[in-house]
């Protein structure tokens, strides 16, 4: 019994040891284990630490040194969302927490400056400052149109036309050379009509005249020196009545055009009608032709004004309708002398 006891003892104290030590070698393992697994997560920690990001700082000017306000500044990365912001009023701009070690593209624009753009890399933890911002005005290419009014292109071509002359002395202002002539104004008649009364060969075409009807003793005139001189006083009165009121006081009224418009194109049968019926058929402020009340009126306000001052014995209807006759025939033999033969011996010159 006691044999027994024993062994049953020794039997218990085997396993308790043994169970004791399965024990303390299972806790070294897991110590063991846990140990492996914390030394690469420490030495992964100590081997990557945390990146610094850095900042880019500038200031946007112009050529002069001006800050710009209101700039756009786009940061863009080569993948991503770009970065933007707009310049303060004293034109300076900031990004921050940018990546370092990335090339960026930094780009500002700004109303009426031509575009400037850069590339910007920073280092870690680094603030970089750009100090070659600079924004160059935008150069806009304008047309520039320039217009002349109809009058001041008028009064061009009149300056032209009053510097034409027949043989270098004669003038010959009451003809139009220009293909696209602009209408007179009232104050360009009433010029032009002075310039034809007041010029010597005015007197000297009322002279020749005198002269020629002195020697054909018509009208009723004395003859002799003074009988010339009434004739020569009566056509300069006729002429200048007519002048001024087919020239100038009815064509400013009526709105036409007292000038001849050479052709100098087509044939001689469209020239010569052209000629002809210039002193019956004008051309009208607005470039219409119409029927040429100024000259019919002008020339019979002229022959019924000469009843005040022809003799007697040739007043009445019979003077007026004879003046009137004599003045619309000589203006047809006029415009069929511009359009044939004055216009090789006219000294013409362009407007400019």
Known sequence: MSTTHNNRDASSHWLLGTLLHLTHMLLLIALAGGLLLLVPASAQSTDAPKVKTGS????????NNDTIPNATVVLQKPVGDPLTVVTKDDGSFAFHD????????????AEGFAEWSSSVTVEPGQEKTLTDVTLHILAVQRAVTVTYSSKEIAAQQLKAEERQRVFGFIPNIYVVYEPHPEPLTARMKFHLAYKGLTHPTFFAFEAAWAGAEHAANTPDYRQGAKGYGERFGANLASGASEGLFANAI???????DPRYFYQGTDTKWSRARHAVIA??????DNGKLQPNYSQWGGSLISASLSNAYYPESNRGAGLVFRNFGTSMGLHVVIGLTQEFVLDKLTSKHKHQ
Request: with cysteine; aromatic share 6%; hydrophobic share 50%.
């Open 56 to 63: 880019i700082l500038g200031t946007v000017v112009d050529s």
């Open 98 to 109: 940018v990546t370092p070690g990335i090339a960026y593209q930094l780009a500002v624009a």
């Open 250 to 256: 009815l064509p400013s009224l009526l709105h036409q």
């Open 279 to 284: 002193p019956f058929v004008c051309k009208g």
